[in-house]
Each structure stands twice: as structure tokens, then as C-alpha cells.
């Protein structure tokens, strides 16, 4: 009987853990740089991001796939470049219709379809196919001003979360200084906007909506969505993407004056407190050992922070990096990235290998053991890094190569050390910007870098490597041609991504796609 049950017994004890199904959440702060956390050199008190680092793994080149929030969003959720999209540049500005395509899989219909509860509370920004109306509405009282009035709010829009794999939705639409300025549950207004307001850009309103509440109400909700989901059994996956500390910098009352370095610091402050807030609601409800929690940020640091103000009083928001938000430079896509796992990844550990946001989808798959399941029109360029989190010190790449996008469509391909952006100048905000760039004969039409002696972007080492240019421009092409840059059957394009200046593609022809470069 011995030999019969002690097996049996084993089998007993190791399958609760083969069987156990993680619990997921996402967090997005929205344009928070690199060094904006305190564990990074900021002078930017962040004590729960700081102890989510030192229980987990911090990675320390990661990256978004755009410089900007929109696009950087669209891959989080499909595991797809977002200039695969038709969203080639730049970003949503509400009532634009949804650039999700409802039956492309993302990452939350995955784990819906494996059982798990998932919600998104926070900024959406990926348009939401409104109901238009006829004639625009006016404001009830005072002035009627700004865009948005023309949406029929008491119909709930076309293309929500709910349509796109998400079981439960508490969101604000776009970015907190783009209107309407209401929030949305399930796919259903909270109310009928009937006053102008804005930070930034005025438009129709809900009376009771202020964007400094923001924080605290999806801390809240967030707490309530954790406790229904382990009172329902289920394992879930919260995507929270905050809506700081982008503009309007409007940190509450509670955390106004909290630190020396102005309202960013306050706001940076409060956007710490959230993740705090799902930690300790995790913890309270006995979920946190086995909860995958992922926080990083949408891009750089962006220059409405103050940032000249700000490195002045020795603060650097994205560290020693080149550049800012909007950029192809590393200041614009380079962001914290900290995963905490307690079941299964070893704390306080370090990561140095590349990984980007598009790879969570084909992560969250693999630790389910379910990666090959992945249909093969969907997250087509993520790769796992779950052998990353299993060995700190891994030096084999998870990812063969990865693709950067600017504000403006400027591409970057970077692989081991070696960076090549396919533009003059910054692609996005600083200096030298696109249209100076472009007309600058100094400057020559590509950059390359070598980020391991370089890490400023400085020195540009095009000329003296034309081998790994072109190696580099092999890759792009392969990526855009075949509709996916990680393995397996060629996938599609919405679109090919037309948006490289003429030098560039008078250097390389292919890069305008088969049909022009066979017409040119």
C-alpha cells in the first residue's frame, strides 16, 4: 500500500501548484519616465513602487513600443506593433473611431476564454465608436465649448472593452486633458454630460467629473474588482492604466504639497499610492503569493512635467537617457518595467535583458502553459520572458530583435547593443525635430548607435558600419513584409506603414513596401 498511495500522495501535493491559475494585473502610469522612481536615482519618494522592486525583478531595458500612449496601448493588449494598426502616427483624439479590430484576440480575451475575470479601470484611449448625433448638443449651463458635443451619450458605444475581451470596464475614455470628461462602466456612460469643462482642452462634461478624483477612484475600484473576483473563485486580470501623471497634473487634495519637487512630484506621489493601494488589497484578500503584478509606464517623461525645472533641482524623470516623450531616443520609449511574483520569481533580482510591453500577452500564455495555443493571427510580436524570470542571469535574448516607433512614424530597430534610427533627428519633441532634422545637411539621414559605449545616443556610427545598417534594415523589412517579427506563419498588415521620409527610402527602396519600391 506504501508504494501505491505515497505517489498518489505526491500527485495530491503537486497539483494544486500545476494547476493554479495566476492572478494577472497590469499597471500603466501614463508618461512617467524611467528615473522618475526613486529606486532609479529620482528624488521622487515611490516607497510601494520601490518595495514592489525589491519583492520582484526589475528590468532594466524595457520598452514601450511607441514613444506615445495610444499606440503603446494598442500593444499591450494585442501583442502587436502598433504601426501594424491603422494608426500609423500620432495618437486618438476622441470621437476617432477605434483602431481595435473586435475580432483580432487580445491579450484579455485570452484569459477570458481560460476562465478569468478581467476588467480594465482607467484610461482606455483606443476610441470607442461612439453614437453620433445628428445635430450637437448644447450645454445645459453656461457656455458650450470645445469638441464632442456631437456624441450621443445615452447609447453606449460600439466598440468598448466589453466587445474586446473584457469581462468588466470602469474607464475614462482618452487622455485626462481630451474631452468628453465622464467615465464609463461596462460600456455605459455614468451619465449624460451637460456642462463644459477642461484641462487643457475644454469640451461636454459630467456635472460631479473632476480629473483630480481621478486616482482615488480607480484605487477604488480596483479594490472592489480584486475582493469580487476571489469572492467569486475566479482568477482575474486587472489592466490599470492611470491616467497620470500625464496633464492636467492635478494631484488630490490629500497629496498637494506632499513633495519638494512641485505638483509632478505630488502627482507621481499619488500614481505611487494606487500601486499601493492594489497591493494592499492583494495582500488583504490572500491572493498576493500567486499574483503576477507588471507596473511601467506608456513612454517617456514627458516635457509638460517642467523637466529643465525639475533636473535642475536633481531630479532627472527619464534618467540619463537622450530625450523625452515623443522621441525615437531612448528617453522616449525606455520605462521602468518591475514584475512581482512571489510564487514563482525571486525578489529583489535584476533583469538586463530587452523586453518590451507587447510581450506580456505571450508571457501571460506561456505561464499558463498555453503559449502554442496562441492563434497564429494574434500577439505577433511578443515574446515570453518568463525564462527571464525564472533565471535573473540569463544572457540568451528572449527577442531577436525589437522595433521603436515615434510620435511622427520614425522607426528605430535595435539588436544587442546596437540602435539604428531610421530618422535625422528625434522623430517626436526635442531637439532636432523632424522638420529641421530633415532640412539639416549636417546631420546625416540615419543614426547608429552602439547603446553599450553610447547609452546618450551621440555618436553616430553609420558611416563607419554600413554591415550592421543594413543587417538592421533586413530586419525591419522581414518584421513589415511578413506581418509579425516573432516565429511562425506570415500574419498581415492593416496597411503598410507609410510614413519614412523620402531620404530614408531613397537609401532603402524596399522599406516603401513591394508595390512602390518595384514601381520607383
Same mark, same amino acid.
Given at each position: 500500500m506504501k508504494t501505491i498511495i505515497a505517489p498518489f500522495c505526491s500527485l495530491l501535493l503537486l497539483t494544486p501548484l500545476a494547476c493554479a491559475k495566476p492572478n494577472f494585473v497590469f499597471i500603466l502610469a501614463d508618461d512617467m519616465g524611467y528615473g522618475d522612481v526613486s529606486h532609479a536615482?529620482?528624488? %521622487?519618494?515611490?516607497?510601494?513602487?520601490?518595495?514592489?522592486?525589491?519583492?520582484?525583478?526589475?528590468?532594466?531595458?524595457?520598452?514601450?513600443?511607441?514613444?506615445?500612449?495610444?499606440?503603446?496601448?494598442?500593444? %499591450?493588449?494585442?501583442?502587436? !506593433?502598433?504601426?501594424?494598426?491603422? #494608426?500609423? *502616427?500620432?495618437? #486618438?483624439?476622441?470621437? *476617432?473611431?477605434?483602431?481595435?479590430?473586435?475580432?483580432?484576440?487580445?491579450?484579455?480575451?485570452?484569459?477570458?476564454?481560460?476562465? !478569468? *475575470?478581467?476588467?480594465? %479601470?482607467?484610461?482606455?484611449?483606443?476610441?470607442?465608436?461612439?453614437?453620433?448625433?445628428?445635430?450637437?448638443?448644447?450645454?445645459?449651463?453656461?457656455?458650450?465649448?470645445?469638441?464632442?458635443?456631437?456624441?450621443?451619450?445615452?447609447?453606449?458605444?460600439? *466598440?468598448?472593452?466589453?466587445? #474586446?475581451?473584457?469581462?468588466?470596464?470602469?474607464?475614462?475614455?482618452?487622455?485626462?486633458?481630451?474631452?468628453?470628461?465622464?467615465?464609463?462602466?461596462?460600456?455605459?456612460?455614468?451619465?449624460?454630460?451637460?456642462?463644459?469643462?477642461?484641462?487643457n482642452r475644454q469640451g461636454p462634461a459630467t456635472v460631479d467629473f473632476e480629473a483630480s478624483n481621478c486616482l482615488v477612484d480607480f484605487a477604488r475600484e480596483s479594490r472592489a474588482f480584486i475582493k469580487s473576483s476571489v469572492g467569486a473563485k475566479s482568477p482575474f486580470f486587472l489592466y490599470l492604466p492611470l491616467t497620470s501623471p500625464h496633464t492636467p497634473i492635478v494631484p488630490s487634495k490629500r497629496w498637494q504639497g506632499k513633495s519638494p519637487l512641485g505638483k509632478y512630484g505630488d502627482f507621481v506621489m499619488e500614481t505611487d499610492w494606487v500601486v499601493g493601494e492594489v497591493m494592499k488589497e492583494l495582500a488583504a484578500q490572500g491572493v498576493a503569493e500567486d499574483t503576477f503584478v507588471l507596473f511601467t509606464t506608456d513612454n517617456g517623461c514627458s516635457p509638460a512635467a517642467g523637466i529643465p525645472k525639475l533636473v535642475a533641482k536633481g531630479h532627472k524623470p527619464n534618467a540619463d537617457w537622450r530625450g523625452h516623450k515623443a522621441d525615437i531616443y531612448e528617453g522616449g520609449h525606455r520605462v521602468p518595467f518591475l514584475v512581482r511574483w512571489p510564487a514563482r520569481v525571486k525578489p529583489n533580482t535584476t533583469c538586463d535583458l530587452t523586453v518590451c510591453t507587447t510581450d506580456f500577452f505571450t508571457t501571460a500564455a506561456d505561464i499558463l502553459g498555453e503559449a502554442r495555443k496562441i492563434p497564429t493571427n494574434a500577439a505577433e510580436d511578443s515574446y515570453s520572458f518568463l525564462p527571464a524570470l525564472d533565471h535573473p542571469g540569463r544572457t540568451t535574448p528572449t527577442r531577436t530583435f525589437t522595433i521603436h516607433h515615434s510620435i511622427n512614424g520614425s522607426f528605430a530597430v535595435r539588436k544587442g547593443p546596437w540602435k539604428l534610427c531610421l530618422c535625422p533627428g528625434s522623430g517626436g519633441w526635442s531637439a532636432p525635430r523632424p522638420n529641421a532634422a530633415l532640412k539639416d545637411r549636417n546631420l546625416a539621414s540615419i543614426q547608429l548607435f552602439h547603446l553599450g559605449q553610447n547609452p546618450a545616443e551621440t555618436n553616430n556610427l553609420q558611416a563607419e558600419h554600413p554591415e550592421i545598417v543594413h543587417d538592421l534594415v533586413d530586419d525591419l523589412y522581414y518584421a513589415i513584409l511578413h506581418g509579425r517579427s516573432n516565429s511562425g506563419l506570415p500574419s498581415t498588415n492593416e496597411g503598410w506603414p507609410d510614413t519614412m521620409p523620402a531620404k530614408i527610402l531613397a537609401l532603402f527602396p524596399q522599406l516603401a513596401g513591394p508595390k512602390k519600391a518595384a514601381g520607383s
Open positions: 536615482g529620482g528624488k %521622487i519618494p515611490t516607497p510601494n513602487l520601490d518595495k514592489l522592486r525589491a519583492e520582484g525583478m526589475r528590468f532594466t531595458d524595457a520598452h514601450t513600443t511607441s514613444s506615445v500612449c495610444t499606440p503603446t496601448r494598442y500593444g %499591450i493588449l494585442t501583442g502587436r !506593433y502598433n504601426w501594424r494598426s491603422p #494608426l500609423k *502616427q500620432h495618437v #486618438l483624439f476622441p470621437p *476617432q473611431r477605434s483602431i481595435m479590430d473586435p475580432k483580432r484576440l487580445t491579450v484579455a480575451g485570452f484569459l477570458k476564454d481560460r476562465g !478569468y *475575470q478581467s476588467c480594465v %479601470i482607467g484610461k482606455w484611449h483606443l476610441g470607442l465608436n461612439w453614437h453620433m448625433l445628428d445635430k450637437p448638443a448644447q450645454a445645459t449651463t453656461g457656455p458650450t465649448k470645445g469638441k464632442c458635443w456631437d456624441i450621443d451619450f445615452s447609447k453606449p458605444p460600439q *466598440q468598448g472593452p466589453l466587445k #474586446l475581451g473584457f469581462t468588466h470596464d470602469f474607464l475614462f475614455p482618452a487622455s485626462l486633458d481630451m474631452a468628453p470628461y465622464l467615465y464609463l462602466r461596462n460600456d455605459t456612460a455614468v451619465g449624460v454630460p451637460t456642462v463644459s469643462k477642461g484641462w
